[in-house]
């Protein structure tokens, strides 16, 4: 029987294709540079990579555009809607996409120098499984790189005060709301995944001891319709009943933060975990 987990995750994408790329294409850090290119500055010319949980090709689009061969490049994903969109992508057209799942796929033993995973590992029902799976295709020496999330950064109000974010104060206003649902979803993934004492836990004895691990802040300031489907395209406002979304839409437009230009601020945080098999 299918996990429920992967069934939410599924399910989840079938409705919203790309939801991910179109928040996190636009989010950046201080100098300019998005989590997706956190993972591309780690590929060397040459290399082969596997984008494991590819969605709907960001990375794979990125990499190209800086010179990699299609050839060079496998992308794996479990949603056929996520990879049906990124065949539309031009950039991407002659890469290998591979509907399956992490813990199992078709790659030859040794056959990449990178795998890279953009929010995705960290949302995997089996860890120790996909772990394994990486280290399989992994050559010697090489490099297993991923962004997980780390939610909104975290406000400092003063007493009482509510978080000025949009992102922060949406979780701070529907806080309730989530501890009251009758039905939750599922807890994706396995918390181990997010940090990089988590992850050496986690790793196969085939890779070498230390998991290097950098914080990012990105902005993902803009327009209000741009900030509230960055909010509202997350797994925890998906569970909630459209009327209270609309509710809550109303209340963190009237609250959040105005940048001097209108612009609404929306930040989070992302960490990259890179580790090296031996």
């Not at 060079?72 to 809607?81: I, M, W």
């Not at 796929?105 to 960290?122: G, P, W």
């Not at 962004?147 to 922060?168: C, K, R």
Request: aromatic share 6%.
């Amino acid at each position: 029987m299918t996990d429920p987990r992967d069934q939410y995750l599924q399910a989840f994408h079938a409705r919203h294709p790309g939801a991910t790329a179109d928040v996190f294409e636009r989010g950046v850090t201080g100098d300019g540079t998005t989590s997706y290119e956190l993972l591309a500055d780690l590929v060397q010319p040459g290399q082969r990579v596997l984008d494991l949980g590819c969605g709907d090709g960001p990375l794979l689009a990125l990499l190209r555009r800086r010179g990699h061969p299609a050839a060079a490049l496998v992308g794996v994903d479990a949603s056929a809607a996520e990879l049906d969109r990124a065949r539309r992508r031009p950039e991407i057209d002659g890469v290998d996409l591979r509907c399956e799942r992490g813990e199992r796929t078709s790659l030859a033993a040794s056959s990449v120098d990178v795998v890279a995973s953009h929010l995705a590992f960290m949302l995997f029902s089996e860890p120790h499984q996909t772990l394994d799976e990486v280290a399989r295709v992994l050559r010697p020496g090489g490099v297993f790189a991923t962004v997980v999330g780390g939610g909104p950064v975290e406000p400092v109000p003063g007493a009482g005060a509510e978080p000025p974010d949009a992102l922060a104060l949406f979780a701070h206003l529907a806080r309730d709301d989530f501890a009251a649902l009758k039905d939750p979803p599922p807890r994706l993934g396995d918390p181990r995944c997010r940090t990089a004492a988590g992850l050496q836990e986690l790793l196969p004895p085939s890779f070498c001891s230390g998991v290097s691990e950098r914080r990012v802040e990105l902005v993902c300031d803009g327009t209000f319709d741009q900030v509230w489907y960055a909010v509202s395209m997350t797994y925890e406002a998906a569970s909630l009943a459209a009327q209270r979304l609309g509710e809550l839409q109303q209340a963190v437009a009237r609250r959040a933060a105005q940048n001097n230009d209108g612009s609404y601020r929306c930040r989070l945080v992302v960490r990259l975990l890179v580790a090296n098999r031996a």
